[in-house]
């Protein structure tokens, strides 16, 4: 019974340290503009941008406040290095698209 207990202890602790060995961190801060004037209350989005079957994880979302000021900061745990992408949902003087254009940096 001993030995069960002590092979689960193990088992939990490295699955633990190797959860906090793979993650990582993205941030990112920024001022958004649409021509001489601030984009307030903008959504924004950072991603690790997966390829293949696995979707896109995402990291942190938010608005920009009323000088077009934003930031954002997430992690997530990958094995291999992360891709951060940043995609911005926007209607910067496009008065014919109801739906927002989406940017992705």
Aim: net charge negative; glycine share 6%; hydrophobic share 40%.
């Amino acid at each position: 019974m001993y030995l069960i207990i002590s092979f689960l202890i193990i088992v939990l602790s490295l699955l633990t340290w190797a959860d906090t060995l793979f993650t990582q961190s993205a941030g990112v801060k920024g001022i958004l503009m649409c021509g001489d004037r601030p984009l307030s209350n903008t959504k924004v989005k950072l991603y690790d941008d997966d390829s293949g079957p696995d979707l896109d994880d995402l990291l942190a979302e938010g608005t920009t406040d009323s000088m077009g000021q934003f930031l954002l900061y997430g992690h997530t745990s990958e094995i291999m290095t992360i891709d951060p992408k940043l995609n911005i949902y926007h209607d910067c003087d496009d008065s014919i698209t109801v739906d927002p254009l989406i940017i992705s940096c």
